[in-house]
């Protein structure tokens, strides 16, 4: 009952922190964020699972309830763990402790109501990160949508309802392409399946797949619809070109600790998803869609980069580098090696601690300067030495500095990806390398530009040392990122013994 327990503190939290005085909120919801946090990290080194979750795996901290007959099909109450869903799990209780940290300062209106409303979403996403029966995992993926909709369009910038609503559009367009798909396929599935659990689903489509026609198509047919809807609707999550547009507009307009975690967790929905089902379930479709994949992969890592370049505001800058580094984890998942996939869920955890850290760092400036332009601060280094000194680590981490989390899980993925058996896989994997090149660019251009140089700058306030509680965090996700580049195996191994029965069962 360990996982129901993450779960009830952090829903339990938010209805307790909802009504709480706005004076207290914030050190409240702090507290009892350190709950679920504390858990996590007990339950990490208690973990005795193995294997894959989906492909009859040992799965960790599991429950398994009978919930709703509907007809021939069961729903049930079904979560566990296993080596990839741990380290991901573990990643959103400490993000979400220190995202709450990082808004005392610029949280200042309505602070019940946007804590709880973080603590709504701690909950659920736990529930994505464990969830094993498809209601009750999207249930929980479409309860994460609503709570970040109201951080934007309630704490955001000027420009904060545009922003919001373009965020829910796309990510419930895409919700409803994924669901409609996921249904039609369990049906085209027939007798082989009676519940929606997903390990039912994976075996029934790894071990024979769709038998006959659905609807009139053919079973090769449908299922490759099915594998492309899937891809389409994950996709607009992670997210990759050309259903990247929501994401600057989102990240500018969100407040920084929603920021933190838009870009440190709910971006990794996408592309657990994508693991989970694409590349679990369909591995003669991953075969044979294995180079537009790649393409799409390598032109979200370049184009991305490339806006990010020709950026002017730090959090587009950020913004933008999420859209390239979400690219590398598209790449080594196409990649179905064990490198590779293994490279790209260790990547979802670094990313999301880099990310975390990136964004951070340019709120706690912004707070001070109340500008995020690199064309109106210069020299901010001397007035700020611990921010900036930790801004720079987090863009060396960006650029895969080794000794960072950021080295190993891109290493990996271009070792994985390199290996790969489909067509021109080592030409995409040096086109893909080249985008470390721009994010140097554009990462030492931003710097160069704000924290070094003669002081200056165009907005009238005084500059000083940033407080403890904006400091501390980012240190935090600064010691784990170098954590992880020190000792990549403390999550590696785990994330391998997961990764490897996909790989077996695809055959490739």
């Known amino acids: 009952m360990m996982i129901e327990a993450l779960i009830a503190v952090a829903l339990i939290g938010a209805l307790v922190t909802f009504v709480a005085p706005n004076r207290v909120a914030g050190k409240l919801a702090f507290a009892i964020s350190l709950v679920p946090a504390a858990l996590s990290l007990w339950m990490f080194t208690a973990f005795d699972g193995s294997g894959n979750a989906l492909l009859d795996g040992s799965l960790a901290f599991e429950s398994h309830l009978e919930w709703i007959q509907l007809g021939e099909y069961s729903i049930e109450w079904f979560v566990g763990l296993d080596g990839i869903s741990l380290p991901l799990v573990v990643m959103t209780t400490i993000l979400c402790s220190l995202a709450i940290l990082s808004s005392w300062t610029p949280i200042d209106s309505r602070e019940s109501q946007f804590y709880g409303l973080v603590l709504f979403i701690e909950a659920n996403l ?155 379930m369909f591995p003669e479709q991953v075969e044979t869609y294995a180079v537009p994949i790649a393409a799409v992969a390598v032109i979200s890592v370049i184009y991305g980069a490339m806006l990010a370049l020709a950026q002017t505001d730090l959090k587009r800058i ?44 340019v709120g706690v400036i912004y707070n001070v300067t109340h500008t995020r332009s690199v064309e109106e601060m210069s020299g901010l280094a001397d007035r700020m030495p611990i921010a900036v000194g930790i801004l720079v680590a987090g863009a060396f981490g ?43 660019g554009y990462l030492l251009f931003a710097l160069q530009r704000t924290v070094f140089g003669p002081y200056h700058l165009e ?21 784990l990122i170098i954590a992880l580049g020190v000792a990549p195996e403390l999550i590696f191994d785990m994330i391998t013994d997961a990764v490897d029965p996909i790989l077996n069962g695809g055959d490739l």
């Open 126 to 280: 736990i529930g994505v990160f464990s969830a094993l029966d498809f209601f009750v995992w999207f249930i929980f993926w479409e309860a994460v949508l609503i709570p970040m909709y109201l951080l934007i369009g309630v704490w955001g910038g000027p420009d904060r309802k545009y922003a919001a609503i373009k965020f829910f559009v796309y990510t419930n367009v895409a919700s409803l392409l994924m669901f409609g798909s996921f249904i039609a396929l369990v049906f085209g599935l027939g007798d082989a399946v009676t519940s929606f659990a997903l390990p039912d689903v994976a075996d029934a489509m790894v071990n024979g797949g769709v038998q006959s026609s659905v609807f009139g198509i053919d079973p090769g047919t449908f299922t490759a619809l099915v594998f492309i809807a899937l891809f389409l609707g994950f996709a607009v999550k992670v997210p990759v070109v050309p259903f990247h547009t929501w994401l600057p507009d989102a990240h500018v307009q969100a407040p920084t600790p929603a920021s933190v975690l838009l870009a440190g967790v709910l971006l990794k929905m996408g592309t657990y998803a994508l693991l989970r089902f694409n590349f679990t």
């Open 318 to 361: 950020v913004a933008y580098s999420s859209v390239s580094s979400m690219g590398y984890v598209i790449l080594g998942l196409i990649a179905y090696t064990q490198f590779g996939v293994g490279g790209a869920t260790f990547q979802m955890v670094s990313h999301g601690l880099i990310s975390g850290l990136m964004f951070m760092s």
């Open 398 to 440: 960006y650029m895969g500095l080794p000794l960072m989390s950021g080295f190993h899980g891109e290493f990996t993925i271009f070792f994985g990806a390199f290996q790969a058996d489909f067509a021109y896989a080592p030409l995409f994997t040096a086109l893909a390398m080249f985008g470390i090149v721009i994010v140097a």
């Open 459 to 479: 907005t009238d306030y005084d500059v000083g040392r940033a407080p403890l509680h904006d400091i501390a965090p980012m240190f935090v996700l600064l010691a």
